[in-house]
Nanobody, 116 residues
Framework: QVRLVESGGGLVQAGGSLRLSCAAY????????MGWYRQAPGKERELVAT???????NYARSMKGRFTVSRENGENTVYLQMSSLKPEDTAVYYC??????????WGQGTQVTVSP
């Protein structure tokens, strides 16, 4: 069972930046995909951005250009650099991984709040 430890959430003013980090521990298999999802109050969880071990990225359209996903494969760590934050970016951000068998794991989530 993979354990994901997230950090970096918090309160920021609109237009500001935050960097989220997520480290994966305990995986006996290679991690193929690492990335981020988010869930705002009253809404479904949605994709933010992911990156494969080969470097292929996938972004939600509304976040492309403002958010950047990156990872350190050797450290099983993924980052999310968020810039030009908007109040509508307020949500709980979840780290997620998919291993080479296709099994998905989730972090506990970290709150990001963007004030007007």
């Amino acid at each position: 069972q993979v354990r994901l430890v997230e950090s970096g959430g918090g309160l920021v003013q609109a237009g500001g930046s935050l960097r989220l980090s997520c480290a994966a521990y305990g995986s006996r298999l290679s991690i193929n995909v690492m990335g981020w999802y988010r869930q705002a109050p009253g809404k479904e969880r949605e994709l933010v951005a992911t990156m494969t071990s080969g470097g292929t990225t996938n972004y939600a359209r509304s976040m492309k250009g403002r958010f950047t996903v990156s990872r350190e494969n050797g450290e099983n760590t993924v980052y999310l650099q968020m810039s030009s934050l908007k109040p509508e970016d307020t949500a709980v951000y979840y780290c997620a991984t998919v291993d080479t068998l296709g099994l998905r794991s989730w972090g506990q989530g970290t709150q990001v709040t963007v004030s007007p």
